[in-house]
């Protein structure tokens, strides 16, 4: 299995453009969640998708930021937008989840944002 | 509301001594736990689990965690440290009833050779 892929894995843009981050999560996995990385804020809970529904979207920091998971297989995390603070390492994580079975969380490599 | 402390930012060891990583957590049902480690520009990697059962988890590279309910902690530990094991150490906690992982802030490990 290749785990779970991110792309870009490095995206530099200018303050004000849109940026579209996305995730294809471990096959067979009905979970998908996005977290982002600071040194100030450690790891944050963006969104969690369960069986592509979104359940959690708490976390997301405000209008300028959608996820979307059209399908079991792929998800995107969209910035519009960005500004120079969305600069972070942005990771999806999927997990399987069925009664007691399983909880852990596989990571993606992580996207690192930076926006200038 | 559950949460999870790492009371270290920073834990040295020597090579080929014992080490602990400490954590404790808050939850208001019963723990699902978690260790993850991550290396330098890489995502996090999940080490091992308690859930339901014995006290004590064995997980990847040799590393085990203690689960206390009493003291509500899952130190993590390794017997004789490598100067690989080296990274930041997660841990994590979720509430049995619920489906939200909460993270600590991590605890960043250096072996000396």
């Known amino acids: 299995d290749a785990g779970v892929i991110q792309s870009p894995r490095h995206e530099v843009t200018e303050m004000g453009q849109e940026v579209t981050l996305r995730c294809k999560p471990i096959?067979?996995?009905?979970?998908l969640f996005w977290y982002r990385q600071t040194m100030m804020r450690g790891l944050e809970l963006l969104i969690y998708?369960?069986?592509?529904?979104?359940?959690?979207d708490s976390g997301m920091p405000e209008d300028r930021f959608s996820a979307k998971m059209p399908n079991a297989s792929f998800s995107t995390l969209k910035i519009q937008p960005s500004e120079p603070r969305d600069s972070a390492v942005y990771f999806c994580?999927?997990?399987?989840?069925?009664?007691?079975?399983?909880?852990?969380?596989?990571f993606g490599p992580g996207t690192r944002l930076t926006v200038t | 509301a559950q949460s999870v402390a790492q009371p270290e930012d920073q834990v040295n060891v020597a090579e080929g001594n014992p080490l602990t990583v400490k954590c404790t957590y808050s939850?208001?049902?019963?723990?699902?736990l978690f260790w993850y480690v991550q290396y330098p520009n890489r995502g996090l990697q999940f080490l091992l689990k308690?859930?339901?059962?014995?006290?004590l988890v064995k997980g990847s590279y040799g590393f085990e965690a203690e689960f206390n309910k009493s003291q509500t902690s899952f130190h993590l530990k390794k017997p004789s440290a490598l100067v690989s094991d080296s990274a930041l150490y997660f841990c994590?906690?979720?509430?049995?009833?619920?489906?939200?992982?909460?993270f600590g802030a991590g605890t960043r490990l250096f072996v000396k050779a």
């Open positions: 994580a999927s997990s399987f989840e069925r009664g007691r079975s399983s909880y852990e969380q596989y």
């Open positions: 096959s067979g996995h009905n979970s």
């Open positions: 998708f369960n069986n592509n529904v979104p359940i959690d």
């Open positions: 939850v208001s049902g019963n723990p699902y």
């Open positions: 308690y859930i339901t059962g014995d006290n």
């Open positions: 994590a906690v979720r509430d049995s009833g619920g489906f939200k992982t909460i």
